[in-house]
């Protein structure tokens, strides 16, 4: 009989207490983190400079205990326990550090209750967890993590990603699933595309095969719905045209004027749904006009919104196509932006490209991001899935100084 070992059935353990748990690999001639300094005090520096093998930090469902480190056990023999600012918890072969006694105590109350084995991609983001530098969220990290943006990511609820430093890059490759406790393996990995880099100006872009993707965790509440039914008459019939419509969605950065930034959507819908986009935009011109905004087109392919103060605050237009090519229905929030190409995404793919430290600067990136991902010049992530499958492959990387 093969049995699990007793560190990997103490992480498993602390796998189900975690919302976010982070995997490093030994490194002792780095800086002393400030997590070693606070959790192991004056024994700390000792430790690190010897320290062996991998070793984790998580944050439990209970967000407010702040961060636990976690060592082998075997790390901290000979180590007094008065010598430790709070005693450690043991679990199988691994000690467990917490902020404070109370912490330590949630958590232990929380370690005797049954623990649901992992399955599925619980299981392989388990086995990636004993691989340095590897993260590993559940659907309240990634609240945590993304903030006010995370129904945006529905179909990332629950997955890990493993870093590997090469050069001034890091890779990235993991998977993620609409939900917690999904079984089915991830989908194959496509071709990787051409990469092609941001245009100067641009902040963030993101093309997939249709809207849903995206769409799903906002209209799924009620509170989003309802309004965009009553206001603007956007009913089931229309949310339908919106989630099957491929996009591409843009933030781009404007040095003067009174916004920080641009937003631009390009959809291409399919031919049969031409004439009810027609009909959906037309009939937002009398809601639109309620508001107080005044719309200056004359040609109904195209309007084009201004505030009170004369100032562009959005519009629409439909975008001729390229050669062999459809129609792209083009909507923006901001000043009109300039024509360009709709790039194309892989059949099945979501493809995110974003400046992570430019939008940082302007206070659009989440700020519970790692300083790694939000100093980094470029980040990119390409996320493969077959329809209707839950797990999505996701890989990519960061950049983290500019191309010259």
Do not use: K
Request: charged share 20%.
């Amino acid at each position: 009989l093969l049995w699990p070992r007793p560190q990997a059935q103490g992480l498993a353990r602390l796998f189900n207490q975690s919302q976010l748990i982070q995997s490093f690999g030994a490194a002792p001639t780095r800086p002393l983190p400030a997590l070693w300094r606070q959790r192991l005090g004056p024994v700390a520096a000792a430790l690190w400079s010897r320290q062996q093998g991998i070793w984790w930090q998580f944050w439990g469902a209970h967000g407010d205990a702040g961060a636990f480190l976690v060592l082998p056990a075997v790390s901290l023999s000979g180590i007094p326990t008065h010598r430790l600012p709070v005693a450690p918890l043991l679990v199988d072969d691994l000690a467990v550090l917490a902020a404070d006694p109370l912490s330590r105590q949630w958590l232990s109350d929380r370690l005797r209750t049954a623990m649901r084995p992992p399955r599925g991609l619980e299981e392989r983001c388990l086995l990636q967890l004993h691989r340095p530098q590897t993260v590993s969220w559940s659907p309240a990290g990634l609240g945590a993590l993304a903030g006010p943006v995370a129904p945006l990511l529905q179909r990332f609820q629950q997955g890990c990603l493993t870093l590997e430093l090469r050069g001034q890059t890091v890779d990235l490759s993991g998977e993620a699933a609409v939900a917690v406790g999904v079984l089915s393996p991830a989908s194959q990995a496509r071709p990787e595309p051409a990469s092609r880099p941001l245009m100067p100006g641009q902040l963030l872009e993101l093309r997939g095969p249709a809207l849903e993707g995206l769409l799903q965790g906002l209209l799924s509440r009620q509170l989003v719905r309802e309004p965009l039914a009553s206001r603007y008459a956007i009913a089931e019939p229309q949310l339908a045209l919106l989630r099957r419509a491929p996009f591409a969605l843009r933030l781009r950065e404007l040095p003067q004027g009174p916004f920080q930034a641009g937003l631009e959507l390009d959809l291409v819908p399919a031919a049969r749904d031409r004439q009810a986009w027609v009909r959906l935009l037309a009939a937002l011109r009398q809601p639109l006009l309620q508001q107080g905004l005044q719309d200056q087109g004359t040609n109904p392919q195209r309007s084009n919104w201004r505030d009170e103060q004369g100032r562009v605050v959005g519009g629409w237009f439909w975008r001729a196509p390229s050669a062999g090519g459809a129609p792209t229905l083009v909507l923006y929030l901001g000043p009109e932006p300039a024509s360009g190409a709709l790039p194309a995404a892989p059949a099945g793919a979501f493809v995110l490209q974003a400046r992570p430290s430019d939008l940082d600067r302007l206070g659009l990136w989440p700020a519970a991001f790692p300083p790694l991902v939000r100093r980094a010049a470029q980040l990119e992530v390409q996320a493969d899935a077959e329809p209707r499958q839950p797990v999505s492959r996701l890989r990519g990387g960061l950049a983290l100084t500019r191309s010259r």
